[in-house]
């Protein structure tokens, strides 16, 4: 999305720290270098709350409900395990970190950031992938409310207190979406819990 | 006209997504669809029809009867219904367009474009409709008949998540769209859920005409 390439993006990240859609979602950074996953790890701490792991059990062991993104290098070794569990899931998103001349990645992963990693890229990559999650999070509410508001009569005065909060919610779906493409917007409105 | 705004309707206040509500009871669905299909007149347009329990061919034909012009090019998205299948298993078979043959036996529709879909399947119904949407420079117009035949193979959720990212679809794609949805075969409370995603409701017994 960014055309301008800012190596260390101080610009960037700070625009991207303004974004309320993704602030404070967590990222686990898998990789077996934990030279290079805390290099990750720092890149993306400014608007992003980060873990890392560098092996495998350890992989398996922090996955859990917090998690909104797992960037993980497909060579660690519980790469399979992790997939099982994180593939098409409704709340997290799972992209390769792609070691060089490794091209052929499992189809099961939502994106990619190849190694060395671009820091833009990497967190253009985060940043839409944070947005999916964001996204059909505020559907499912959208939805909750849009049914809460039908199962009141029309004079009941919480009606106006709930309108106003689809109103809000509506324009949180437009903000998060905006930069999804179409396939991103109907593949996070379609997983199934 | 060509440039719309990404959120609810366009500056001249036209809506962008319409519900239109409809009953048996009501005789109406075919005037209102016809008055929703021609913001842009169809000889100038793109015009999508996606059908669920009609076949293509009934659904141009349908088309024809209460709209009579031909678009300028038209895109039919089947999504083929077990209850169309078991009702008419001989008229939806293979990709040949299946348009009304006119009293000289030419198919009318012979440069329609038809595009099947799995039933149930929303991800792919999803994806075909917005390659439709992008896919012309010309205005667009979707006429989705109906949100009950989706209805019929999915939860209300999900027709209601799967709408979210479809009406957003015809936004982006600066269309305009109006969706079927039969009120004999909802309760209230469904039909007020859904109602929520769409910038106008308009239908049966002048129910509340605007901004939900």
């Known amino acids: 999305m960014t055309s301008n390439d800012t190596p260390q993006g101080g610009s960037v990240t700070a625009f991207r720290r303004g974004s309320d859609a993704t602030a404070g979602q967590v990222v686990l950074v898998a990789d077996d270098d934990p030279a290079v996953a805390d290099e990750i790890a720092d890149a993306l701490q400014e608007g992003y709350v980060v873990r890392t792991v560098t092996a495998g059990e350890e992989l398996l062991a922090a996955l859990d409900e917090d998690l909104s993104v797992v960037l993980l290098d497909p060579r660690l070794p519980t790469t399979e395990n992790a997939l099982d569990r994180l593939a098409a899931d409704v709340d997290c998103r799972v992209a390769a970190l792609v070691p060089d001349g490794h091209d052929a990645v499992d189809e099961r992963f939502d994106g990619r950031v190849r190694k060395p990693v671009s820091w833009s890229a990497l967190r253009a990559t985060v940043d839409r992938l944070c947005r999916c999650v964001s996204y059909r999070d505020a559907l499912d509410r959208y939805f909750d409310l849009a049914q809460a508001l039908a199962g009141l009569d029309e004079g009941d005065p919480q009606r106006e207190r709930i309108a106003e909060r689809l109103d809000a919610l509506e324009a949180e779906l437009d903000e998060t979406g905006a930069p999804l493409d179409s396939g991103e917007v109907y593949d996070a409105a379609l997983r199934e819990r | 006209m060509s440039a719309k705004s990404n959120s609810d309707g366009d500056e001249t206040g036209q809506p962008t997504n319409v519900l239109l509500l409809t009953s048996a009871v009501d005789g109406c669905e075919a005037a209102a669809c016809r008055e929703l299909s021609e913001t842009t007149h169809p000889s100038r347009s793109h015009v999508i029809l996606a059908t669920g329990l009609q076949s293509p061919r009934e659904r141009l034909a349908d ?150």
């Open chain 2, 63 to 212: 088309w024809e009867d209460d709209v009579g012009v031909r678009p300028a090019e038209t895109t039919v998205v089947d999504l083929a219904t077990a209850t169309r299948s078991a009702a008419a298993s001989t008229a939806s078979t293979g990709e040949t367009p299946t348009g009304p043959t006119g009293p000289d036996g030419v198919d009318r529709w012979a440069d329609a474009t038809v595009e099947r879909v799995a039933e149930g399947d929303l991800l792919g119904l999803g994806e075909t409709l917005d390659a439709a949407l992008t896919g012309s420079d010309r205005p667009t117009t979707l006429c989705v008949r109906s949100v009950s035949d989706l209805l019929q193979s999915a939860d209300v959720e999900t027709v209601f998540r799967f709408l979210e990212a479809l009406t957003r679809g015809v936004d982006r794609a600066g269309g305009v769209a109006h969706y079927h949805l039969n009120t004999d075969v909802h309760d209230a409370e469904t039909v007020e859920t859904l109602a929520v995603l769409f910038d106008a409701v308009v239908g049966l017994n002048d129910r509340e005409g605007a901004d939900v």
